[in-house]
């Protein structure tokens, strides 16, 4: 991305740095308190970038120098949408703007799919059906990485849109709440993967990456909950790919299965994965801006999403090339079909209540815990945030 | 010049001396250790997310965490961790110890073997034992299925009873071949004549060990024991790696809990409080083995 826009702007010096999250999030901190802040930097939506607002410069005057007066229409509304969560209120600046985006959903194994003449679930019946009729092999029919609160909280997220979309968030803002039998009734679903065999066992102590990522990519699972971002197995850049990656032959993405009683169709769940910011005492405004906007829609990003890493934040932005027709086939679902229509965001808006949601999820998944005392424990958590 | 005179201006000049060649490590302490204390003490009177200003609240935090469930099932698996890892390790360590001090062919292999654990990653360590224990796919799983042993089958790592001791077992499995080193080293210490004599007073082996090896060890077992406490205070990755501190918190330790607090709840002061309890932990604890046990085992005198 870096040799990308140096080939249009050669005087340009970039030095970029990759941490791993944990790393990045103490690198960052140390940065800001003692005001080494990067020119640009990396932040996911919500409290990350409300934690370092105050060190960042408003972008719409970027954004509209680069791509015109309306710059917004270029991107998939969530990503607009989740730009400013948790913005005060009346402040209308977009700290950050998206980089990429994403759904979260379900990928099947076609492979063992097809062998066990089986059906992608569209039902939770249809689920519990599938996952009986794979029983007994030698991967996991539904491999549920249960251990990583953020996957919890995505699976239980797209859960409870299905039984009532959009209802979560109204008991976020407080206009309803997380005791509405409803959302008792997700929680219930969820814990019902564990107790009606659907996931695993032991899946509260598998993570997703590395090792319930691995076992999915080995052939050791036919569905596991993940999200887009998976297409990046199939990045053309790496040598070596396992037989399931190569150009996505082994994989399908699906929705999260609608439950019974809850909407027709299943709901789609998703948002940002990462933002740009730049910090508020750059010494190049200028030239930090046309890095950012270079790296979201131009050459940068195009040398970014030709590696597949997750969804273009702005639309109609596709790979140059594609290793494979299901490839292209998946590409056009994510980006054509899902992300337009992405409504429900896969994140609460703060830590606080993220963490009470996965603990709860955490606790009935080992049985200490009824769908309604969980409930019963987010709605407290979120009493307290809300003040 | 009279030899009072001659004292009386070395020793100002000695001091000196001895204050500049102190310095150094003098500066560093207080940059490096001195200074996070205060400010981490400093830091836990605030309500402060780390990067904006932070509103003081006195010992808001203090109260706060002494009533907060999650930290005192952190205590509760601190003295699991301290109890169950330090005297097994010790006891494994020193059997090791004992069997490869003898002439044995190829026992710097088998040395190098049991000490190989202790310098991995604990990170790589626990991304193996989450795939060993894994009751769906795990090999202790496929051993358990293939042989009939149901109990190897479970989810000890999914299971909020036993989640604890099996990361405990993982940590007992990293840090034996530490254990083993120091009673290797100590065991050389010891003189040869007085095990000489033990023989040929008709001592057995079994006699030998308890009467005499053993006691001997004194400084390495107090040693182990200081460096145990400390450690298992201190367990972080591993534990971030095996469980993230779960489930459901049932393997939260001081470290994981601080981590979560400062970087995923954006709550430095409340982590800062929990960091000034755990030295005040550590300090206590090490202040009390000093009392207990003389300082001899730190500084290598006898008492």
Same mark, same amino acid.
């Given at each position: ?387 | ?62 109260? !706060? ?15 699991? /961790? ?22 044995? !062919?190829? !026992? ?97 082996? /079994? ?97």
């Amino acid at each position: 991305m870096i040799a990308a826009f140096k080939q249009a702007n050669p005087d340009a010096k970039i030095d970029a740095t990759i941490f791993n999250y944990p790393e990045y999030l103490v690198d960052l901190q140390t940065r800001a308190a003692s005001n080494t802040m990067p020119d640009i930097v990396g932040l996911q939506p919500g409290a990350l970038t409300q934690q370092y607002r105050a060190n960042l410069m408003p972008l719409q005057d970027c954004a509209e120098k680069t791509w015109g007066a309306d710059w917004q229409k270029k991107f998939y509304p969530i990503g607009i949408e989740q730009a400013r969560m948790g913005n005060p209120a009346g402040d209308e600046n977009f700290y950050t703007l998206p980089l990429l985006v994403q759904t979260v959903n379900l990928w099947a194994n076609t492979k063992i799919f097809d062998e066990k003449h089986a059906q992608i679930p569209q039902t939770w019946d249809q689920l519990k059906a599938t996952v009986n009729q794979l029983n007994g092999g030698e991967y996991a029919p539904f491999m549920l990485p249960a251990k990583d609160s953020w996957l919890r909280n995505v699976v239980f997220l797209q859960i409870a849109n299905n039984v009532e979309p959009g209802l979560v968030y109204k008991a976020e803002d407080g206009s309803d709440s997380w005791t509405n039998p409803k959302l008792v009734e997700a929680f219930d679903y969820w814990g019902k993967l564990f107790t009606e065999g659907i996931a695993q066992k032991g899946a509260i102590g598998l993570d997703a990456y590395p090792t319930g990522a691995n076992q999915f990519e080995a052939g050791n699972a036919a569905m596991i909950p993940l999200g887009a971002w998976w297409i990046q197995q199939s990045d053309p850049t790496k040598t070596g790919l396992p037989p399931l990656s190569e150009g996505m032959s082994g994989y399908q993405p699906f929705l999260f299965p609608t439950i019974p009683g809850g909407a027709a169709q299943p709901q789609l769940v998703g948002g940002i994965d990462v933002s740009l910011g730049i910090a508020k005492n750059t010494k190049n405004p200028d030239l930090a801006c046309k890095v950012l906007t270079d790296w979201i829609a131009g050459a940068g990003a195009q040398k970014l999403i030709n590696t597949f890493n997750d969804l273009p934040a702005v639309t109609g932005l596709n790979p140059e090339k594609f290793t494979s027709d299901r490839q292209k086939q998946i590409w056009t679902t994510l980006t054509s079909d899902w992300m337009p229509q992405v409504k429900y965001s896969r994140y609460l808006k703060t830590p606080q209540m993220d963490t009470a949601l996965g603990d709860a999820l955490s606790g009935i998944a080992t049985g200490e815990l009824t769908p309604q005392a969980a409930a019963a424990k987010v709605q407290a958590e979120q009493q307290k945030v809300n003040g | 010049m009279s030899d009072h005179t001659v004292q009386k201006h070395t020793a100002p000049r000695e001091w000196l001396a001895g204050t500049l060649f102190l310095l150094p490590a003098i500066v560093l302490f207080t940059i490096f250790v001195v200074y996070p204390i205060v400010y981490n003490f400093q830091a836990s009177t605030l309500d402060w997310d780390g990067v904006n200003p932070g509103r003081f609240v006195g010992l808001g935090n203090y109260t !706060r965490l002494f009533q907060d469930p999650i930290f005192l099932t952190t205590l509760k698996n601190s003295g699991w /961790w301290i109890l169950l890892t330090i005297i097994p390790q010790a006891l494994i360590g020193f059997f090791l110890a004992m069997l490869l001090n003898e002439k044995l !062919r190829g !026992r710097a292999i088998y040395r190098a073997i049991f000490f190989i654990p202790a310098v991995l990653s604990p990170v790589v360590v626990g991304i193996v034992w989450q795939r060993i224990f894994d009751p769906f796919n795990g090999v202790v799983a496929k051993l358990g299925r293939a042989t009939g042993l149901d109990f190897l089958v479970h989810g000890y790592l999914a299971d909020p009873k036993s989640a604890i001791f099996a990361a405990i077992v993982v940590n007992v499995w990293m840090w034996t071949g530490f254990s083993m080193l120091f009673y290797l080293a100590g065991l050389q210490l010891i003189d040869s004549s007085v095990l000489a004599a033990a023989k040929i007073d008709g001592a057995g082996t /079994w006699r030998t060990i308890r009467s005499i090896i053993w006691p001997l060890l004194r400084q390495t077992h107090l040693s182990l024991l200081l460096l145990g406490i400390i450690g298992s205070l201190k367990t972080f990755e591993l534990v971030y790696v095996l469980t993230e501190g779960g489930p459901n918190h049932a393997t939260e330790m001081l470290p994981t809990y601080t981590f979560k607090q400062a970087f995923q709840l954006q709550s430095v002061g409340y982590a800062s409080t929990i960091s000034v309890v755990l030295l005040l932990i550590a300090v206590i604890s090490s202040l009390s083995m000093v009392r207990a046990f003389g300082s001899g085992f730190l500084t290598g005198d006898e008492k």
